[in-house]
T-cell receptor, first 114, second 113 residues
Protein backbone atom coordinates (compact mmCIF):
# COMPACT_ATOMS: atom_id res chain seq x y z
CA UNK A 1 0.00 0.00 0.00
CA UNK A 2 0.90 3.64 -0.36
CA UNK A 3 3.14 4.85 2.45
CA UNK A 4 4.01 8.40 3.41
CA UNK A 5 6.73 9.04 5.94
CA UNK A 6 7.57 12.12 7.95
CA UNK A 7 10.79 12.98 9.66
CA UNK A 8 11.29 13.74 12.42
CA UNK A 9 8.31 12.37 14.32
CA UNK A 10 9.04 14.66 17.24
CA UNK A 11 11.22 17.73 17.54
CA UNK A 12 11.89 20.18 20.31
CA UNK A 13 13.61 23.43 19.41
CA UNK A 14 14.40 26.73 21.02
CA UNK A 15 12.55 29.88 20.19
CA UNK A 16 14.13 31.70 17.27
CA UNK A 17 15.57 28.65 15.56
CA UNK A 18 14.33 27.05 12.36
CA UNK A 19 13.05 23.52 11.99
CA UNK A 20 12.74 21.44 8.83
CA UNK A 21 10.19 18.64 8.48
CA UNK A 22 10.43 16.16 5.63
CA UNK A 23 7.57 14.37 3.95
CA UNK A 24 8.27 11.47 1.61
CA UNK A 25 6.06 9.24 -0.47
CA UNK A 26 7.87 5.93 -0.28
CA UNK A 27 6.29 3.82 -2.99
CA UNK A 28 4.53 6.23 -5.31
CA UNK A 29 5.02 9.56 -6.97
CA UNK A 30 2.97 12.42 -5.60
CA UNK A 31 1.94 15.11 -8.01
CA UNK A 32 0.53 17.10 -5.12
CA UNK A 33 1.49 17.31 -1.48
CA UNK A 34 -0.37 19.02 1.30
CA UNK A 35 0.71 20.37 4.66
CA UNK A 36 -1.67 20.52 7.60
CA UNK A 37 -1.52 21.77 11.11
CA UNK A 38 -3.58 20.31 13.91
CA UNK A 39 -4.16 21.61 17.41
CA UNK A 40 -5.23 19.25 20.19
CA UNK A 41 -8.74 17.88 19.67
CA UNK A 42 -9.21 20.06 16.60
CA UNK A 43 -9.58 19.16 12.96
CA UNK A 44 -6.78 19.33 10.42
CA UNK A 45 -6.18 22.81 9.07
CA UNK A 46 -4.75 23.03 5.56
CA UNK A 47 -1.71 25.26 5.45
CA UNK A 48 -0.56 24.93 1.86
CA UNK A 49 -0.71 22.86 -1.28
CA UNK A 50 2.35 22.20 -3.36
CA UNK A 51 2.97 20.69 -6.76
CA UNK A 52 6.37 19.38 -7.72
CA UNK A 53 8.58 22.04 -9.23
CA UNK A 54 6.27 24.97 -8.57
CA UNK A 55 5.65 27.37 -5.74
CA UNK A 56 3.31 26.31 -2.97
CA UNK A 57 -0.16 27.78 -2.68
CA UNK A 58 -0.75 28.98 0.85
CA UNK A 59 -4.11 29.20 2.58
CA UNK A 60 -5.32 32.54 3.80
CA UNK A 61 -3.68 33.53 7.05
CA UNK A 62 -0.65 31.27 6.63
CA UNK A 63 2.59 33.24 6.36
CA UNK A 64 4.63 31.98 3.42
CA UNK A 65 7.83 33.49 4.80
CA UNK A 66 7.22 31.78 8.11
CA UNK A 67 6.40 28.36 6.73
CA UNK A 68 8.69 27.65 3.78
CA UNK A 69 7.61 24.78 1.59
CA UNK A 70 9.80 23.10 -0.99
CA UNK A 71 8.53 20.33 -3.25
CA UNK A 72 11.79 19.40 -4.90
CA UNK A 73 10.75 16.06 -6.34
CA UNK A 74 7.73 13.84 -6.86
CA UNK A 75 8.53 12.01 -3.64
CA UNK A 76 9.76 14.72 -1.30
CA UNK A 77 8.36 17.89 0.19
CA UNK A 78 9.79 19.85 3.08
CA UNK A 79 8.25 22.32 5.49
CA UNK A 80 10.60 24.70 7.27
CA UNK A 81 9.28 26.62 10.23
CA UNK A 82 11.51 29.69 10.36
CA UNK A 83 12.27 31.63 13.53
CA UNK A 84 9.99 29.35 15.50
CA UNK A 85 8.03 30.67 18.46
CA UNK A 86 6.10 28.80 21.15
CA UNK A 87 2.83 29.50 19.35
CA UNK A 88 4.15 27.45 16.43
CA UNK A 89 4.08 24.38 18.63
CA UNK A 90 1.65 22.01 17.01
CA UNK A 91 1.16 18.72 15.20
CA UNK A 92 2.13 19.01 11.55
CA UNK A 93 0.85 16.43 9.09
CA UNK A 94 1.63 16.08 5.42
CA UNK A 95 -0.25 14.15 2.80
CA UNK A 96 0.62 13.06 -0.70
CA UNK A 97 -1.72 12.56 -3.61
CA UNK A 98 -0.71 10.41 -6.59
CA UNK A 99 -3.69 11.76 -8.51
CA UNK A 100 -7.06 13.26 -7.74
CA UNK A 101 -8.64 10.14 -6.34
CA UNK A 102 -6.80 9.45 -3.12
CA UNK A 103 -4.70 11.17 -0.52
CA UNK A 104 -2.29 9.42 1.84
CA UNK A 105 -1.27 10.96 5.12
CA UNK A 106 2.03 10.87 6.92
CA UNK A 107 2.23 9.94 10.61
CA UNK A 108 2.71 13.54 11.67
CA UNK A 109 5.43 15.55 13.39
CA UNK A 110 5.02 16.93 16.89
CA UNK A 111 6.82 20.28 17.13
CA UNK A 112 7.46 21.83 20.52
CA UNK A 113 9.09 25.25 20.67
CA UNK A 114 10.51 26.20 24.06
CA UNK B 1 -19.19 27.50 -0.07
CA UNK B 2 -18.07 23.88 0.11
CA UNK B 3 -18.76 22.46 3.55
CA UNK B 4 -18.66 19.11 5.27
CA UNK B 5 -20.62 18.70 8.50
CA UNK B 6 -20.18 15.72 10.76
CA UNK B 7 -22.33 14.50 13.61
CA UNK B 8 -22.22 13.77 16.39
CA UNK B 9 -19.20 15.75 17.48
CA UNK B 10 -18.40 13.08 20.04
CA UNK B 11 -19.77 9.69 20.94
CA UNK B 12 -19.23 7.26 23.79
CA UNK B 13 -20.28 3.63 23.44
CA UNK B 14 -19.66 0.33 25.16
CA UNK B 15 -17.39 -2.27 23.66
CA UNK B 16 -19.27 -4.64 21.38
CA UNK B 17 -21.98 -2.15 20.47
CA UNK B 18 -22.59 -0.76 17.00
CA UNK B 19 -22.61 2.90 16.09
CA UNK B 20 -23.21 5.15 13.10
CA UNK B 21 -21.49 8.41 12.28
CA UNK B 22 -22.98 10.95 9.91
CA UNK B 23 -21.52 13.24 7.27
CA UNK B 24 -23.48 15.83 5.29
CA UNK B 25 -21.82 17.88 2.59
CA UNK B 26 -22.49 20.72 0.22
CA UNK B 27 -19.37 20.16 -1.87
CA UNK B 28 -20.00 20.45 -5.60
CA UNK B 29 -19.26 19.14 -8.15
CA UNK B 30 -18.74 15.94 -6.24
CA UNK B 31 -15.82 13.64 -7.00
CA UNK B 32 -15.38 11.31 -4.07
CA UNK B 33 -15.96 10.96 -0.36
CA UNK B 34 -13.50 9.38 2.02
CA UNK B 35 -13.64 8.33 5.64
CA UNK B 36 -10.47 8.40 7.67
CA UNK B 37 -9.63 7.16 11.15
CA UNK B 38 -7.18 9.24 13.14
CA UNK B 39 -5.71 7.92 16.35
CA UNK B 40 -4.46 10.53 18.81
CA UNK B 41 -1.03 11.78 17.81
CA UNK B 42 -1.08 9.95 14.47
CA UNK B 43 -1.86 10.79 10.88
CA UNK B 44 -5.26 9.86 9.40
CA UNK B 45 -5.61 6.41 7.87
CA UNK B 46 -8.02 5.79 5.01
CA UNK B 47 -10.99 3.53 5.75
CA UNK B 48 -13.14 3.84 2.63
CA UNK B 49 -13.39 5.90 -0.51
CA UNK B 50 -16.54 6.19 -2.60
CA UNK B 51 -17.33 7.83 -5.90
CA UNK B 52 -20.66 9.12 -7.16
CA UNK B 53 -21.88 5.75 -8.38
CA UNK B 54 -21.09 3.82 -5.21
CA UNK B 55 -23.74 3.46 -2.50
CA UNK B 56 -21.90 1.36 0.02
CA UNK B 57 -18.42 0.13 0.72
CA UNK B 58 -17.09 -2.05 3.50
CA UNK B 59 -13.72 -2.42 5.13
CA UNK B 60 -13.89 -5.09 7.78
CA UNK B 61 -16.19 -3.88 10.55
CA UNK B 62 -16.51 -0.48 8.89
CA UNK B 63 -19.28 0.11 6.36
CA UNK B 64 -19.73 3.44 4.63
CA UNK B 65 -22.83 4.49 2.72
CA UNK B 66 -23.30 7.33 0.30
CA UNK B 67 -26.46 9.04 -0.94
CA UNK B 68 -25.27 11.45 -3.60
CA UNK B 69 -28.78 12.82 -4.09
CA UNK B 70 -29.20 13.98 -0.50
CA UNK B 71 -25.43 14.53 -0.12
CA UNK B 72 -25.20 12.38 2.94
CA UNK B 73 -22.84 9.66 4.03
CA UNK B 74 -22.64 7.45 7.07
CA UNK B 75 -19.99 5.26 8.61
CA UNK B 76 -21.27 2.26 10.51
CA UNK B 77 -19.00 0.47 12.94
CA UNK B 78 -20.05 -3.02 13.91
CA UNK B 79 -19.14 -4.79 17.16
CA UNK B 80 -16.95 -1.95 18.35
CA UNK B 81 -13.59 -2.62 19.93
CA UNK B 82 -11.48 -0.54 22.29
CA UNK B 83 -9.10 0.14 19.43
CA UNK B 84 -11.90 1.89 17.55
CA UNK B 85 -11.50 4.83 19.91
CA UNK B 86 -10.32 7.59 17.58
CA UNK B 87 -11.44 10.56 15.56
CA UNK B 88 -13.29 9.75 12.34
CA UNK B 89 -12.99 12.29 9.59
CA UNK B 90 -15.15 12.70 6.49
CA UNK B 91 -13.40 14.26 3.49
CA UNK B 92 -15.08 15.28 0.23
CA UNK B 93 -13.33 16.19 -3.01
CA UNK B 94 -14.53 18.01 -6.12
CA UNK B 95 -14.02 17.22 -9.77
CA UNK B 96 -12.00 19.38 -12.09
CA UNK B 97 -9.87 22.38 -11.23
CA UNK B 98 -7.54 22.29 -8.27
CA UNK B 99 -7.61 19.25 -6.07
CA UNK B 100 -8.20 20.55 -2.55
CA UNK B 101 -10.41 18.30 -0.45
CA UNK B 102 -12.82 19.65 2.15
CA UNK B 103 -12.52 18.15 5.63
CA UNK B 104 -15.19 17.65 8.22
CA UNK B 105 -14.34 18.46 11.83
CA UNK B 106 -14.48 14.81 12.75
CA UNK B 107 -16.38 12.70 15.24
CA UNK B 108 -14.52 11.68 18.37
CA UNK B 109 -15.46 8.12 19.29
CA UNK B 110 -14.65 6.62 22.67
CA UNK B 111 -15.26 2.93 23.25
CA UNK B 112 -15.46 1.90 26.88
CA UNK B 113 -14.92 -1.66 28.14
Amino acid sequence: GAVVSQHPSRVICKSGTSVKIECRSLDFQATTMFWYRQFPKKSLMLMATSNEGSKATYEQGVEKDKFLINHASLTLSTLTVTSAHPEDSSFYICSAAPGIYEQYFGPGTRLTVT
Amino acid sequence: KNQVEQSPQSLIILEGKNCTLQCNYTVSPFSNLRWYKQDTGRGPVSLTIMTFSENTKSNGRYTATLDADTKQSSLHITASQLSDSASYICVVSVTGGSYIPTFGRGTSLIVHP
